[in-house]
């Protein structure tokens, strides 16, 4: 990464204390030049000089560099066994252990398309069988701004398009061309803040701890060198329960450091149990 580009994330962070340090520097360096050629700037020293005289400018900065692209029920093949198997043995545990409380985290949330799957998902599950266990579903990003618009709970078609029409119609209300995510499931899910790279926590600090049943985190880890997915793996591992599961992206396996702590439970899907 040549200097001027390290001078604008290290702006970025005092400005704004976000650290983008450990994002691959390939995918930085495209999406600052994706930002500074569309205002017109010269080169990333000239970038630079924009920033700093309009401070605004590092608001659309954070903007394309994180990653907020997402939709109901992507990878669906993850989401059909999440509801046909996993979630069935997670309850079956807690029944066990006599432990009324079902704890899961979605990091790296976006707009909230996947924790609202997810609760949409435990809904159908839990009126079927009637089953008396409270839900506490975390959803956590980096981006503040990402996360108003996720409890505003409008989206367009685009990203309810792999909702079945059967959920569409019991959860969704159209109004013009938006569908609006009803009380019930909005009100399952708790959203804040958090950055994965926390020194502080290993948990989003709204969680009071971690012990999840599950962890989802897809899609997040692929921006990342290997020392900050390193870091990353130590805090999810470390956030979930006995036998919790660790649901990456499609592209995403445990590091080299954290393969033998997971165990991978279908070769279709790539969900993976606590060791």
Known sequence: MNNDLKRILNYLNE???FDFSGYRTSMVERRIKQRFLSIKCASDNDYLNYLHEN??????????????VSRFFRDTLMFEYFADRILPAVIHQKKEADDRTLRIWSSGCAMGEEPYSIAILVKEFFKKDALDINI???ATDIDDKILKKA???AFPFESIKNVKYRLLKKYFVCKGKLFHLIPEIRNLVSFSAYDLLDKKSYAPPESIFGSFDMVLCRNVLIYFDTEYQDRIFDKLYRSLAKKGYLVLGEAEIPSMKFQGRFRQVNECCHIYQKI
């Open 15 to 17: 400005q704004r204390s």
């Open 151 to 153: 409890q505003k709970v």
């Open 55 to 68: 401070p605004d400018e590092l608001d659309n900065l954070i903007d394309v560099l994180t990653i907020n």
């Open 136 to 138: 506490n579903l975390f």
